[in-house]
């Protein structure tokens, strides 16, 4: 199968690209990515030889109908992705997230290529503390920023395909990702480089607000299910039961690391900041009979910690950048 990975240097993307050499040896892999400060040829290290890199936009129309009419199957990471950078500039968020999908939808509705199409939960807003509720397949649309109503504008055009066109796509909404190829502007990477560094975390607001954690590599599993046997036009949440509250994430991260746990730093809060993300996989765990393999957050963050450490020379060239960015809008709050 002729599998174009859009946004496969990033983060998911690179990962999803690990794992399916891995286990899919009958998968022949194309990736085509920017290479924008999130991507880098670097976290596809140990792949080359056996994928074709495309350096290249998903909003650029000839380029992309050529390497769609080439492929069996698209699976579409490719975004811009890092709510904060949303807020300080969201051009990129409507241009990539917005007008690369339409971009893609319009070459696989061309050519009749199968779709696969990655979001988030933000679409869905945010929950209370207190809430009992979990986001479910049916939970109505309610983004908060302008990288989360980028991808929910994103799903809904996918979605007006499959009406409107009869596209065979899915789409899958997970939550928090976290392990190896992160970048350092993200949250738990964050914390992790500047432990190392004997710097301290820096936590938003009153740390309270909660995210709901899925190790990468049981991401991608999913998605792989959804490709298998998930239905054409249907949505598909992923989720692993993970939610903890950043203060905790915090203090299980400096323990691991064998510094005090109340040594971070409370900084200027995030704009908008939503309070709780929550997923109900149940349909994904029976319809699809997919389960995650990662025991627990906590082994799973040990893990990660390990990573950083061991890969200084992945990370080290972006996190001077990725903080003075960071110290010209964020104080710390005593
Ligand atoms: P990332 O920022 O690490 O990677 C994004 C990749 O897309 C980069 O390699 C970048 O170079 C590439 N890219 C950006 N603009 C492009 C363009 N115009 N053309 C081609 N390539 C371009 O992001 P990530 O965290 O790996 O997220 C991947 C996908 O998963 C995104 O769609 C995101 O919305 C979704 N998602 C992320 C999470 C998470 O926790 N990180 C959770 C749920 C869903
Ligand atoms: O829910 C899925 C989403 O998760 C994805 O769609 C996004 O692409 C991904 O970036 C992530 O969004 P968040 O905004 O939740 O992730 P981030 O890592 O930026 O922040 C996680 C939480 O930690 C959030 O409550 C903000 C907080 N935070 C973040 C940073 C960078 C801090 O307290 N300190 C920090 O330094």
Excluded at 40 to 57: C, F, H, M, P
Excluded at 178 to 206: C, M, S
Aim: one cysteine or more; glycine letters at 8%.
């Amino acid at each position: 199968m002729r599998t174009l990975v859009t946004g496969g240097a990033g983060f998911i993307g690179s990962n999803f690209v690990h794992l399916t050499l891995a286990t899919r040896p009958e998968v022949e892999v194309t990736v085509l990515d920017a290479m924008t400060y999130a991507g880098s040829e670097t976290s596809l290290a140990g792949a080359e030889g056996q994928i074709d890199i495309v350096r290249g936009d998903i909003t650029d129309a000839e380029l992309v109908d050529r390497l769609v009419a080439e492929s069996d199957l698209v699976v579409h990471f490719a975004a811009e992705s890092h709510n904060d950078n949303s807020l300080a500039d969201p051009w990129p968020f409507v241009h990539t997230n917005v007008v690369g999908t339409y971009t893609l939808l319009e070459a696989v509705r061309r050519h009749g290529v199968r779709f696969h199409h990655i979001s988030t939960d933000e679409v869905y807003g945010d929950l209370e503390l207190d809430d009992p509720a979990r986001f479910t397949e049916a939970t109505p649309y309610n983004p908060s920023s302008p990288y989360s109503s980028t991808k929910g504008a994103s799903d809904l055009l996918v979605r007006a395909w499959l009406r409107s066109f009869g596209i065979a796509a899915t789409i899958s909404n997970c939550s928090n990702n976290y392990g190896p190829r992160q970048h350092v502007e993200k949250f738990i990477p964050r914390q992790i480089t500047n432990v190392i560094d004997g710097a301290r975390p820096k936590l938003y607001g009153d740390g309270l607000n909660v995210r709901d954690w899925i190790h990468v590599d049981d991401h991608n599993r999913a998605v792989w299910a959804i490709i298998d046997k998930g239905e054409i036009g249907e949505t598909y949440l992923i989720g692993a039961d993970g939610e903890v509250d950043n203060k905790t994430v915090v203090h299980d991260l400096l323990e691991l690391m064998g510094r005090d746990a109340d040594d971070y730093d409370h900084v200027t809060d995030r704009p908008g900041h939503d309070r709780r993300y929550a997923i109900d996989s149940t349909r994904l765990r029976t319809e699809l009979g997919w389960q995650p393999e990662y025991p627990s957050f906590r082994e799973g963050l040990a893990a990660t910690i390990e990573w950083y450490r061991d890969n200084e020379d992945w990370w080290r060239p972006m996190k001077d950048a990725t903080e003075a960015k960071y110290a010209a809008v964020q104080s710390v709050v005593p």
